[in-house]
């Protein structure tokens, strides 16, 4: 993932693109035997793509390879200049434009429209609203099992700084005064929930032992400053502007 380097860390109204099951698409149109891939499950099939590729150095290339000269013959054809390009990722792109050709060899498809991003300081972070107020991260390390908290960036106000500081100050509360136990839990294959303790420790325990957690005893710490601030600071740098 190539975030530009000279762009704001608050941006609205960008267009984000990327190619549907792009892997499995290269492959289909070489005539690569995927009779034994599930197309119509996406988790399985990334799972299977990952499998087929593992061990074989020069398929994984191949793939890597075609999918970067896509994305430059997109931006080539549609006259894309470097500032335009917000976010460069592997099978996709976010632009200030929307593109005029995209249905040209492999489709390159519009997910979506970015209603506002927020962009990390150190530029390997970024969240976004898409225009039916759904919100996502991309770049963190730290995810819980339920992330309803980041909901809370929806009742940002942009376009007053005031608010704005207000905003991120209820987004912090909000986290700190939570008794939702999901928020700051990790779950993992074997349906075992992972809490972070005050101190440093980590407790593991069942779905049916949650209800024995103190919340007190949570360490809240981790989901502000690993989720949230990386964004908040933006905000911050944003209104001190």
Request: glycine share 4%; net charge positive; hydrophobic share 40%.
């Amino acid at each position: 993932m190539q975030i530009s380097k000279k762009c704001n860390l608050l941006l609205s109204n960008l267009f984000y693109y990327d190619f549907e099951a792009c892997y499995f698409n290269i492959l289909s149109g070489i005539g690569y035997d995927l009779s034994g891939i599930d197309f119509n499950d996406k988790i399985k099939r990334n799972i299977q793509l990952g499998i087929l590729q593992k061990g074989n150095p020069s398929l994984i290339r191949y793939l890597m390879n075609t999918t970067e000269n896509l994305i430059d013959h997109y931006i080539s054809i549609n006259n894309i200049n470097k500032e335009e390009i917000i976010i460069r990722q592997r099978d996709g792109l976010v632009l200030t434009k929307k593109l005029t050709t995209t249905n040209d060899t492999q489709k390159l498809d519009l997910r979506f429209i970015i209603s506002k991003m927020i962009i990390s300081v150190d530029r390997n972070k970024y969240l976004i609203i898409n225009q039916n107020g759904k919100v996502e991260v991309k770049g963190i390390k730290v995810k819980t099992y339920n992330m309803d908290f980041l909901e809370g960036f929806n009742n940002l106000d942009f376009s007053n700084k005031n608010n704005l500081l207000k905003g991120v100050e209820q987004l912090r509360l909000n986290i700190f005064n939570s008794d939702n136990i999901l928020w700051f839990s990790n779950k993992d294959s074997n349906n075992i929930f992972k809490i972070p303790l005050i101190g440093g420790n980590i407790v593991t325990v069942n779905s049916s032992s949650l209800k024995n957690i103190d919340i007190r005893e949570i360490d809240k710490t981790i989901v502000w400053e690993e989720i949230l601030w990386p964004f908040c600071r933006s905000v911050l740098v944003h209104c001190t502007n």
